[in-house]
T-cell receptor, first 114, second 112 residues
Framework: DGGITQSPKYLFRKEGQNVTLSCEQN?????MYWYRQDPGQGLRLIYY???????QKGDIAEGYSVSREKKESFPLTVTSAQKNPTAFYLC?????????????FGDGTRLSIL | QKEVEQNSGPLSVPEGAIASLNCTYS??????FFWYRQYSGKSPELIMF????GDKEDGRFTAQLNKASQYVSLLIRDSQPSDSATYLC????????????FGKGTKLSVIP
């Protein structure tokens, strides 16, 4: 089945720890995105990537880092610099990054502080 | 600051009625508009997208766009309890832009 797989489903971070959220897609989509959703809030863009080995900061990139070494993979690292990491993290992809192709989402990862 | 505004609700409608969800956007250059449905604890699921002024129908769903008024709406006909969810409106930021700005969502409750 084609889709977007995020793992793990739940993740706990200790003080001062970096954690990495996985996002893999087998849809052959060019563009991939990371969003953060807080309770009762809309989605906010963290990072996005249009092609392999290239990515851009979104509205709330501070405290996060990404890589795009393969077309199908776009992992997100939540660093210790992100002081309020508790949120629902959503990865999305779209066929082309032209503003007309819909973005489709994975099932998400819930991150909490221990 | 680009904004997408939605009434947070909850919007309650009886089963079988038409649910009307509304959204306004601030960026006059926005070209594409998307409606997502998000069940509690789940990820958003694409319902409809619309690019041109007017109506676009897909089954029980109709998206309406009025660029002059910077207004997008989603109508759900014959509402079912399974339609109870939060509906997110999203708009691209300007011509050819790929970044989506999301509203905070409207919570819909369909009463059996």
């Amino acid at each position: 089945d084609g889709g977007i797989t995020q793992s793990p489903k739940y993740l706990f971070r200790k003080e001062g720890q970096n954690v990495t959220l996985s996002c893999e897609q087998n849809l052959n989509h060019d563009a991939m995105y990371w969003y953060r959703q807080d309770p009762g809030q809309g989605l906010r863009l963290i990072y996005y990537s249009q092609i392999v080995n290239d990515f851009q900061k979104g509205d709330i990139a501070e405290g996060y880092s990404v890589s795009r070494e393969k077309k199908e993979s776009f992992p997100l690292t939540v660093t210790s610099a992100q002081k309020n990491p508790t949120a629902f993290y959503l990865c999305a992809s779209s066929d082309r990054d032209d503003g007309y192709q819909p973005q489709h989402f994975g099932d998400g990862t819930r991150l909490s502080i221990l | 600051q680009k904004e997408v505004e939605q009434n947070s609700g909850p919007l309650s409608v009886p089963e079988g009625a038409i649910a009307s969800l509304n959204c306004t956007y601030s960026d006059r250059g926005s070209q594409s508009f998307f409606w997502y449905r998000q069940y509690s604890g789940k990820s958003p699921e694409l319902i409809m997208f619309i690019y041109s002024n007017g109506d676009k129908e897909d089954g029980r769903f109709t998206a309406q766009l009025n660029k002059a008024s910077q207004y997008v709406s989603l109508l759900i006909r014959d509402s079912q309890p399974s339609d109870s969810a939060t509906y997110l409106c999203a708009a691209t930021s300007g011509a050819g832009s790929y970044q989506l700005t999301f509203g905070k969502g409207t919570k819909l409750s369909v009463i059996p």
